[in-house]
């Protein structure tokens, strides 16, 4: 099939590069325009650009899917699909109907589960065992459209949402370009979604990874690897932020140590945190303005005596 694929970060490239090895024709990349970054605020193309223009192909970047410059480029390119992974912009109508085997989404979650922009870190946060990816035919409402296949894969106990989204853009690589065989083939039929089991994954920002201390030490620790390594996880310490990554295994002496919620207790070689059950460890942290370090090195530096985080 003649393919315009559109997608922005590394996961969708991953989609990108499986797709250019299939025996399908990528004419074109939608993708979102340059994006300002780094201390100079300079403008760095999307992993999807790269990739596409690494292999030679036309990239679209419009402000929006609406321009009518785009939908009449696309109408010339005439598409029979156009594959779509975290492309980050709503496709309208008018554009949704250009391509005659529709738009192909490529999402990660079993759906109707986790709909929105951020499945992975909300399923590591809410403790799910088990997760996957749906293909699915978009249409007006927020990934609601019809399922053409799915894929399952465990979320293990020390996941982060990076070491999850990882597996997942491979594997759901594969299912894409699958979906897509299948789909030139006439062997697949769509199947609505079921009316149960929703449930939504808004996109987080960095006020949504600050760490409430006062939930329960499972609850800090899922949502902390949940917003690993974006937005990152961060708490106060002495009036400005620390990030915070993933913790290590509790502490054995947990039971022994009575700690209030944020309250730090710098061991030799450990520093626990006080949370609303028992205490927990911090892995490595990083102060503002300094580099990542393990927390015991941090402490020792930092001198804390008593001190609590958050606040």
């Known amino acids: 099939m003649r393919l315009v694929f559109a997608g922005t970060p590394e996961p969708a490239a991953t989609s990108l590069r499986a797709l250019l090895e299939s025996r399908h024709e990528v004419l074109a990349v939608l993708t979102r325009p340059d994006a300002r970054a780094g201390r100079g605020q300079t403008l760095v193309p999307s992993p999807v650009r790269q990739v596409a223009q690494e292999a030679g192909l036309e990239v679209l970047t419009p402000a929006s899917p609406r321009e009518t410059g785009f939908r009449d480029r696309l109408v010339q390119l005439a598409p029979d699909a156009c594959p779509v992974v975290a492309y980050g912009g709503l496709i309208p109508p008018p554009v949704l109907a250009v391509p005659r085997h529709g738009w192909v989404n490529l999402h990660f979650s079993l759906l109707p589960a986790w709909r929105g922009a951020a499945p992975v870190q909300w399923a590591v946060m809410a ?110 310490f002495r009036g400005e932020r620390l990030k915070v990554q993933p913790l290590e295994a509790h502490s054995e002496s947990g039971t022994l140590v009575d700690l209030a919620p944020g309250e730090i207790r710098a061991q030799r070689h450990a520093v626990l945190v006080g949370t609303g059950t028992e205490p927990v460890r911090l892995g490595v942290v990083q102060a503002h303005g300094k580099r990542a370090m393990s927390a015991a090195d941090w402490a020792r530096g930092a001198r804390i005596d008593g001190e609590v985080l958050g606040e």
């Open 127 to 236: 403790g799910d065992q088990i997760t996957g990816a749906t293909t699915f035919l978009l249409e007006e409402g927020l990934d609601t459209g019809p399922v053409l296949g799915t894929l399952t894969e465990p979320i293990r106990a020390r996941d982060t949402s990076g070491d999850l989204l990882g597996r997942l853009a491979g594997a759901g690589a594969d299912l894409l370009v699958a979906t897509l065989d299948a789909l030139e083939e006439g062997t697949l039929t769509p199947v609505p979604q079921p009316a149960e089991g929703i449930s939504h994954a808004p996109k987080l920002n960095v006020d949504d990874a600050r760490i409430d201390w006062a939930r329960p030490a499972y609850v800090v620790d899922r949502h902390i690897r949940g917003c690993t390594p974006a937005p990152g996880a961060w708490t106060l």
